[in-house]
């Protein structure tokens, strides 16, 4: 009922930006929070930050604090991640999701973008 699609990964050195976009489609309006999540091979899933749809309320990860930053444009249904200062254990596919009103879970999930940065 909602579809995600990321995109913005791709390869830098340590040090540089990327801005991550993800665009929700279907029942947007259902949606109370979006959030990202990384995972590199072999890894856990990490939760990395999150955004509340309607008041935009902000959430991070203790170890992107200070260099990620998640904001919406409601009105393009997307959600984006701003990260500066990047370090090669960033590197992880990039994954956007959506909790709705279904339940507390994150039950909608992007296909996924690449981030890789060499050091």
């Known amino acids: 009922q909602v579809q995600l699609v990321e995109s913005g990964g791709g390869l830098v050195q340590a040090g540089d930006s990327l801005r991550l976009s993800c665009v929700a489609s279907?029942?947007?309006?259902?949606?109370?929070?979006l959030g990202w999540f990384r995972q590199a091979p072999g890894k856990e899933r990490e939760f990395v930050a999150a955004?509340?749809?309607?008041?935009?309320?902000?959430y991070y990860t203790d170890s992107v604090k200070g260099r990620f930053t998640i904001s919406r444009d409601k009105a393009k249904y997307t959600v984006y991640l701003q990260m500066n200062s990047l370090k090669p254990e960033d590197t992880a596919n990039y994954y956007c999701?959506?909790?709705?009103?279904?339940?507390?879970?994150?039950?909608?999930w992007g296909q996924g973008t690449q981030v890789t940065v060499s050091s």
């Open positions: 999701a959506a909790q709705t009103s279904r339940g507390p879970d994150y039950n909608y």
């Open positions: 955004i509340t749809w309607s008041a935009g309320s902000t």
């Open positions: 279907g029942r947007t309006f259902s949606i109370g929070r």
